[in-house]
């Protein structure tokens, strides 16, 4: 067997690796392009102006007066993960806990472009004493996925809250205009 010249070697891998890269660039650009472009084009989004946080958010009364707040994080440059969020807004006191009491339903996705987006339930309960939070990992119709074990607690959980998820996942299609697969 022959052996290959080294500078052919150098330069089969540069194209190799350049492919690569352009390949990444291409698949991160149809990404943005087509999920988070649209959203970001959306009057009702609004920049957080905080250094701290690329996320955009925007606050508003539905019809049945409560008020929520919209938070997308766009991916950066070749990262392939961003979020959209729904979550009520609550209050804080001055000792650090909050004002609000009782179970919020909010609804919370991970857009992919190869693969189903990751939709959680996610259940926030503050009593007296005690704040929880609970995912709960659901399909695009907020149906539980047959390939995951649910403890009975999550089970019990989905089951109070699953009429809530389904309104409250209607005013996240609405506000995002996307509909997760």
Not at 74 to 83: D, E, I, R
Request: glycine fraction near 2%; charged fraction near 25%; aromatic fraction near 16%.
């Amino acid at each position: 067997m022959k052996k290959m010249p080294v500078l052919r070697r150098i330069v089969i891998m540069m194209i190799v690796i350049v492919t690569v890269f352009v390949v990444v660039n291409i698949m991160w650009f149809y990404m943005y392009i087509s999920i988070y472009k649209p959203i970001l084009n959306n009057p009702k989004i609004v920049l957080d102006d905080s250094e701290s946080s690329k996320c955009y958010s925007y606050s508003f009364d539905t019809e049945n007066t409560r008020e929520y707040g919209f938070f997308l994080k766009s991916p950066k440059y070749l990262k392939f993960w961003g979020c959209l969020q729904m979550s009520h807004s609550m209050i804080m006191s001055e000792t650090g806990g909050f004002l609000d009491t009782g179970r919020n339903v909010d609804i919370v996705c991970y857009p992919k472009i190869f693969k189903k987006d990751k939709l959680f339930i996610r259940v926030f309960s503050n009593d007296s004493n005690e704040f929880r939070l609970i995912e709960i990992r659901v399909d695009e119709n907020l149906e539980l996925l047959s390939d995951v074990t649910y403890s009975p607690e999550e089970q019990q959980i989905y089951n109070e809250c699953i009429d809530e998820a389904r309104k409250n996942y209607k005013v996240f299609t609405d506000f995002f205009d996307y509909q997760c697969n």
